[in-house]
């Protein structure tokens, strides 16, 4: 299957080793999906499917990957691009696969942000997070957003539109491609607008979360504060700061980045989660 | 496999890939373009990453679960994958359907 409508939306997506289902019947599962999250703007599904998708679906786990809305081979609507919306699209696109009980979550830096959110507000949907590079969708937030589009509008204005749109025409086919899918999500749709006016989620949410969660973060991330806000917001999380590397872990520390979720998901720890969460959502779905 | 099934598999097998390329690039941006074994996905092609997913998608959907394309690019690096030419998908379509 590569697409799925939810919430009015066309979504690109990838679902690796579906489950074996009967005419009719639900699909039986023995252990949570993993599903994948990736980042904001220039990002899409494809910096996890090559990266740590592939392995994890080698070892028989069902993976689903999708590109979030506007981004990546998604539909891209002219509204929509809340945290409220983005944890509505994860919802429906699980509602529309059919997965009802608990996943675990691979999030990627924007990715992971929408992990914790939805982890917070979905009442056990959560088996288990990894959260690479994720900000948090706390006090000032939306402010460190507003901060980049000022930032990228004045090497706009500075470079001028025209300039601007002649130089990437000089490049091929898949950069003029790409740049174009990003000028027309950043200025013709809601996109900036409704990040920066992103609701914080409630710090006792996400205090309150009991999943197991694993952070890794880049030497030289550029997430504010990112020890301090695991430290005091989930202070049960375990972290791993890969050296050399900055913000694009994923991509720039790849095999490390592989193996700490391999190894992550086979730890008892997080398949006993698994069963847990499975058991105590089944009495809220009758 | 015998060498003349082996070519005529190799062209089989080729037709389908350069159909699938076409289906998620559009034709129009191929039509000065032969695509062989040896065309490069990034550098010929210009195939973005997402576009390489979409014909990877297809190409399982058309052979069925035993051509697994995320697997077989498990199993590779980035620069791998950025490197790699039609014949390499050829070849493995060609192994794991025999």
Do not use: C
């Given at each position: 299957?590569?697409?799925?409508?939810?919430?009015?939306?066309?979504?690109?997506?990838?679902?690796?080793n579906p489950p074996a289902k009967s005419e009719g019947a639900a699909a039986e599962r023995t252990a949570p999906p993993v599903v994948f999250l990736h980042g904001l703007g220039m990002d899409n599904m494809a910096s996890f499917y090559y990266t740590v998708a592939g392995a994890v679906a080698k070892t028989g786990a069902e993976c689903v990957l999708y590109d979030m809305r506007g981004h990546g081979s998604s539909e891209r609507p002219r509204t929509g691009y809340t945290m409220e919306d983005s944890v509505a699209d994860l919802t429906g696109i699980l509602d529309a696969l059919e997965i009802e009980g608990p996943v675990h979550l691979i999030g990627n830096s924007y990715g992971g942000t929408i992990a914790l959110?939805?982890?917070?507000?979905?009442?056990?949907?959560?088996?288990?997070?990894?959260?690479?590079?994720?900000?948090?969708?706390?006090d000032g937030w939306s402010e460190q957003i507003a901060a980049e589009r000022e930032r990228v509008a004045g090497v706009?204005?500075?470079?001028?539109?025209?300039?601007?749109?002649?130089?990437?025409?000089?490049?091929?086919?898949?950069?003029?491609?790409?740049?174009?899918?990003?000028?027309?999500?950043?200025?013709?749709?809601?996109?900036?607008?409704?990040?920066?006016r992103n609701r914080p989620i409630p710090t006792e949410a996400l205090r309150a979360l009991t999943c197991p969660i694993r952070a890794v973060y880049g030497e030289r991330s550029d997430v504010p504060d990112?020890?301090?806000?695991?430290?005091?917001?989930?202070?049960?999380?375990?972290?791993?700061?890969?050296?050399?590397?900055?913000?694009?872990?994923?991509?720039?520390?790849?095999?490390?980045?592989?193996?700490?979720?391999?190894?992550w998901l086979a730890s008892s720890e997080v398949s006993r989660s698994g069963v847990r969460a499975a058991q105590s959502s089944e009495p809220d779905r009758g | 496999?015998?060498?003349?099934?082996?070519?005529?598999?190799?062209?089989?097998?080729?037709?389908?890939?350069?159909?699938?390329?076409?289906?998620?690039?559009?034709?129009?941006?191929?039509?000065?373009?032969e695509i062989g074994r040896e065309t490069s996905f990034e550098d010929d092609l210009e195939m973005e990453s997402i576009e390489f997913v979409k014909f990877g998608s297809r190409?399982?959907?058309?052979?069925?679960?035993?051509?697994?394309?995320?697997?077989?690019?498990?199993?590779?690096?980035?620069?791998?994958?950025?490197?790699?030419?039609?014949?390499?998908?050829v070849d493995y379509v060609i192994a794991a359907t025999s």
């Open positions: 299957m590569s697409d799925v409508v939810a919430n009015g939306v066309q979504f690109h997506v990838q679902h690796l959110d939805f982890a917070a507000v979905s009442h056990g949907r959560a088996a288990s997070l990894v959260l690479i590079e994720a900000h948090f969708n706390v706009v204005a500075e470079m001028g539109e025209e300039n601007l749109q002649a130089w990437i025409r000089r490049f091929g086919r898949k950069v003029v491609k790409m740049m174009d899918a990003l000028t027309d999500l950043a200025n013709h749709t809601s996109f900036y607008p409704d990040l920066t990112y020890e301090r806000q695991l430290k005091d917001l989930l202070p049960h999380a375990s972290l791993t700061v890969v050296e050399g590397v900055g913000h694009s872990v994923l991509m720039d520390a790849t095999p490390q980045v592989r193996e700490i979720v391999l190894e | 496999m015998t060498t003349d099934a082996r070519i005529s598999a190799d062209a089989e097998v080729l037709d389908v890939v350069r159909r699938l390329i076409t289906e998620v690039v559009g034709e129009e941006y191929l039509l000065d373009l190409l399982t959907a058309h052979y069925g679960g035993g051509v697994d394309f995320a697997a077989f690019l498990a199993d590779k690096d980035l620069d791998e994958i950025i490197e790699m030419r039609v014949g390499t998908v």
